[in-house]
Each structure stands twice: as structure tokens, then as C-alpha cells.
């Protein structure tokens, strides 16, 4: 094998880290760092504590994330959570403020920047100078003009191509070090899981509500035209098709309003369009 000179990158790290592991301690004295406890595990337990009194909410999980990072990812002023789209839209969730935000849109805007060429395939991306940065010199004079020199970007999942990262900024050159990465990839991974918590409690929940909105839809139905269990659901079934709706947002309207939505003409639905009885009374009275 040729020698290269150069130590091989560790494993989740920026290229620009080249040291020995060491171990991650939150230390708080980045400029955004404000009263982090000298334990990580202790701030990793206090955000799962927290994080379990959202049940489910994600984008208040996001938001939580986001606050937390700032308070103990030294270097950290500044924090998104973005969720890149096809590798072509990054899309911010969460966000302590409108610089972040904005530096975040510039990449969709200019398609250029860590979120869209390099998180995906590195775990870890780190500027630590935009005004001489040449991996994506637009971005960076964007950077720059809203007042980031710097910024620390840790990928948080994968999928297809789609992804979600934590970027951390700050108006300073080389805010971010070996010890911003060491704590930033431990929060990373403890976010990744407790996001990945809460958007299965959110759709478990929105499971069930889907679920009591069409059991009380079909209740409606079976008893204004004395149909069973089965035909009251062909009836939604069948306005979802004609309407081009999804079933449990006609179930909503049908709860809500008591009207249930019927052909592309206005007409509204009726037993015998599923070739039920209209509620004159059961076929044949059998």
C-alpha cells in the first residue's frame, strides 16, 4: 500500500480530525455554551428525561434537540435540525434562530453545501473558515454575509436519499474543534434515536386517530342508512375514489359537517349508490 503521510480519518469524524479519540466531556465553554455540565452522560439524561414529556411530538422533539446542542456542543451559537429531500432540497424542522435557518435555505437556494454533497456520505463535515472556504465557495460567501465563519454539520440518519443532519454555526473562525466533535457525535446519536422515538409514537397516534375518525364515520353511516359494519366502510371507500381524497379525511368531514362527500357533481352519496337500501327500511325486511 502507497504511504501517504497522512494518519487515516477516524471513523464519524471530519477530515480535518486527525487525533486519538478522547473522551467526549461537555465543557460549555464554546461562545453559545452556556451552564453544560462537566458529565455528558448527565446532559444526555436530562434531554431523554425531557424529551419523554413531549410524548411524541416531534417537531417540539426537534426544537428541543436543537436548544440543547447550543447549550452543550462547545463552539456551538447557532443550531438547525434539516432534512435534506432527494439531495437537492434541504429543508429546515427545527431551529434556534433566523441566521441558522437562513444559512440552511442558502444550500436549497444555490445547491451547493455540506447538507447536500457530503453529510450523506460523511458522517461529520466541518468549515472552519468560510471566507476561505473552496468546497462550496458560493454557500460560504453566503455564510458569511449573514455573519457564520464557521459551522460543525453531523449527520443524524439516512434514508434512500433523504437524510436528516444537526448543523451547529458560529460567527467565529475555527469555533468548532476536535472537542465540538467528540460531544457533537454523542448527541448525534442519542438524537437520532430520540427522533426516531417520537416520529414512531406520532404516527402511532395519528394510526389511531385515523382509525377512531372512520370507526365513528362508519357508526354515522350505519345508522342514517341502517347498513352493516362492511357496507358503511364501501361507502367511504367509494367517496374517497370519486373525490380523490384520502379515506380518513372524508371520514373528518363526514364527522364534522354530517355531510358525507359525494360525486364530482355535488351530489351526495347515498346507500343504493353501493347498491345498499337508502334506509326505508332493510332490503325485503328479511
Known amino acids: ?21 478522547q473522551p467526549a466531556r461537555a ?3 464554546g461562545s453559545g455554551a452556556h451552564g453544560a455540565t462537566d458529565d455528558l452522560a448527565e446532559v444526555m439524561g436530562q434531554l431523554a428525561r425531557s424529551l419523554q414529556d413531549l410524548h411524541g411530538d416531534v417537531d417540539a422533539t426537534l426544537q428541543q434537540i436543537t436548544s440543547t446542542a447550543v447549550l452543550n456542543v462547545p463552539g456551538a451559537e447557532h443550531c438547525t435540525i434539516s432534512y435534506v429531500t432527494g439531495r437537492r432540497r434541504v429543508q429546515p424542522r427545527a431551529s434556534t434562530g433566523e441566521v441558522p435557518a437562513a444559512v440552511d435555505e442558502a444550500q436549497s437556494r444555490l445547491q451547493e453545501g455540506p447538507c447536500l454533497d457530503s453529510v450523506s456520505e460523511q458522517t461529520t463535515v466541518r468549515i472552519d473558515d468560510m471566507r476561505q472556504e473552496s468546497r462550496w465557495p458560493t454557500f460560504a460567501q453566503e455564510a458569511v454575509r449573514l455573519g457564520v465563519l464557521s459551522s460543525l454539520s453531523i449527520q443524524l440518519f439516512v434514508e434512500a436519499d433523504n437524510l436528516g443532519a444537526l448543523n451547529m454555526y458560529a460567527g467565529a473562525p ?43 364515520a362508519k357508526g354515522i353511516l350505519m345508522e342514517r342508512y341502517k347498513v352493516t359494519s362492511d357496507q358503511a366502510f364501501a361507502l367511504l371507500s367509494q367517496a374517497s375514489q370519486l373525490t380523490n381524497r384520502k379515506l380518513v379525511d372524508i371520514a373528518a368531514e363526514l364527522c364534522q359537517t354530517g355531510a358525507l362527500p359525494g360525486r364530482s357533481t355535488g351530489s351526495r352519496m347515498t346507500a343504493e349508490s353501493v347498491g345498499q337500501p337508502s334506509g326505508q327500511g332493510r332490503p325485503g325486511d328479511r
Open 174 to 216: 475555527h469555533a468548532f474543534g476536535e472537542e465540538s466533535e467528540d460531544v457533537g457525535l454523542v448527541f448525534a446519536a442519542h438524537a437520532a434515536i430520540a427522533i426516531a422515538g417520537a416520529q414512531q409514537e406520532s404516527h402511532l397516534r395519528l394510526a389511531m386517530g385515523s382509525r377512531d375518525l372512520i370507526g365513528q
Open 27 to 29: 465543557t460549555g465553554d
Open 1 to 21: 500500500m502507497a504511504e501517504t503521510g497522512r494518519e487515516p480519518r477516524r471513523g464519524g469524524r471530519s477530515e480535518q480530525s486527525r487525533r486519538p479519540q
